[in-house]
């Protein structure tokens, strides 16, 4: 039987805003809606995606083109008229799944936002940070809408629920009812956005 995976964008413990008590919260990447105030831009694709921290860039003080070089797809060059800014022609990167560019940067100003992660993968670092959270805290998905990963969201919200962990989620609950359902009899408190 193949595992069942996700696609996991960010991992935060500590939060004390997003359910009771402190908790660890998991952002899942794919969002059905492309609200103006979103708050994590990084998690609407349902796939993994190049980030890129202009601060960081080194290209314009020192000349570094590391990530040019390391891009076989050309989605990275100079900006023209620019200063040693960079431009990414993000159409070139939606067929990326390798991100030797992220690999290849010596600065950290490129990443990628996204990693597969198993149910069990998951589960170790939440039991991990369990003992942080008090008797109040637990774990909290998020997103994008975790809702989207039908079958992940499900089998992680039956995997805390074994393991006597508090279960959030919060959701713009813009998936089918059925769904939403069948998530909803695993959560323990819910944050409808």
Request: hydrophobic share 35%; proline share 3%; charged share 20%.
């Amino acid at each position: 039987m193949q595992q069942v995976t996700g696609l996991v964008f960010d991992i935060q413990g500590y939060s004390v805003h997003d359910g009771p008590g402190c908790r660890t919260l998991v952002f899942l990447s794919g969002c059905p809606l492309r609200c103006a105030w979103c708050a994590n831009p990084e998690g609407l694709e349902p796939r993994k995606q190049l980030l890129y921290r202009d601060a960081k860039c080194k290209h314009n003080a020192n000349g570094c083109t590391q990530c040019i070089k390391a891009c076989p797809y050309g989605a990275i060059a100079e900006a023209e008229g620019s200063e040693g800014q960079l431009a990414i022609d993000r159409t070139k990167c939606r067929t990326c799944t390798t991100f030797e560019c992220a690999a290849a940067c010596l600065w950290g100003a490129l990443g990628v936002a996204g990693k597969e992660m198993t149910v069990q993968e998951l589960w170790r670092i939440i039991d991990r940070d369990r003992q942080y959270w008090g008797g109040q805290g637990g774990v909290t998905f998020t997103g994008g809408e975790p809702l989207l990963q039908r079958e992940f969201i499900v089998a992680m919200l039956k995997r805390c629920q074994e393991g006597f962990v508090h279960t959030a989620v919060e959701t713009s609950a813009c998936v089918d009812t059925e769904h939403f359902l069948r998530a909803f009899r695993h959560i323990d408190f819910a944050l409808l956005t």
